[in-house]
């Protein structure tokens, strides 16, 4: 496999391109009016585990983008799913 | 590829491709009777096939009523009883995608009837994990209804789609992992070559989601591709893309490589 040095030439433009895009939305999200939303809200609260010290922080911002209840829902209200869970789905 | 046009299948061939296994999905819309999947399973046993084999390619399929249209246990039902007529034809290699979607009870019922009817015919299994917010409570779940399958032998189950927060526990558990690529919104070819780098080739398989969103038939050699700029050697690429696919779907009797025009 590679090292550091080839993975930054082969990816540092595409990851900086890809962190740009994502500053880009938040301040195009601030920009315009709107009603607060729970998938922005996840989105912001999922960013600080991006600084954070750990070799799994994909596996972690995919656990606080899901659905943390245990149990099978009666029936489903829509056949989609939207990228955050619902407010009433956190299982807190 | 019911969903794809036939300029995929010559752009598979030119890339390559031996083979394909399509599961049975949704339409993209709810069909509206159960004679319409008889229609369905006959386009995937009997007309995909054919249209493959145009381009030297064998196709293969998994049967099933999928996820988005189980929570009707009746309508499930119905569709499920036609199946057993199909599981003889030369190309059905078990059940599937079968699994969840929004992770109801109906759909866990519909679930596990699937898994009773692939053990009752002896038949590999392919399972679809439920997308985006709804995927880590869905592999939970699917998990914890397969426990209770003793007599199952999960060597022969692939748990597909899998994402960074779901492939571990698919794979301490004893299952295929399935790494479905996308070019958007799910998972990325790097992303997959990053599981691949952490967990393992052993078990893993890719594949090229080809369904009716933005989807690319291609990504599997692109991710091989990949795998090459990322310093990957040859015979690790090929174990991924060729052996791991082909030592799971044997498991089949009917997966036979064999050229068309032999």
Known sequence: ?92 | MVSRTTDDYQALALAGCEAVCEPAFWAGFDRSSPQGFYDYFSQLTEYEPRRAAKFGIRHFSWLCINPKEADDPVFAREVMSLIPQFLGAATVLGIGEIGLNKNTRNELAIFEEHVQLALDHDLPILIHTPHLEDKLKGTRLTLDALANFPALDRAKVIIDHVEEHTVAPVLEAGYWAGLTLYPHSKCSLDRAIDMLEVHGPDRLWMNSACDWGVSDPLAVPKCALRMKARGHPAPAIEQVIHENPRRFLSQSPRFVLESLTS
């Open chain 1, 1 to 92: 496999m590679t090292d550091r040095a080839k993975l930054l030439d082969l990816q540092f433009i595409e990851s900086r391109h890809l962190l740009i895009e994502l500053a880009a939305f938040l301040d195009r999200m601030d920009r315009h009016a709107g009603n607060g939303d729970y998938r922005f809200d996840a989105l912001k609260n999922a960013l600080p585990i991006l600084l954070e010290d750990r070799p799994d922080r994909a596996k972690a911002i995919l656990e606080a983008l899901s659905d943390q209840s245990a149990e099978p829902i009666p029936q489903a209200a829509f056949q989609g799913a939207f990228g955050a869970p619902l407010p009433l789905q956190t299982g807190n």
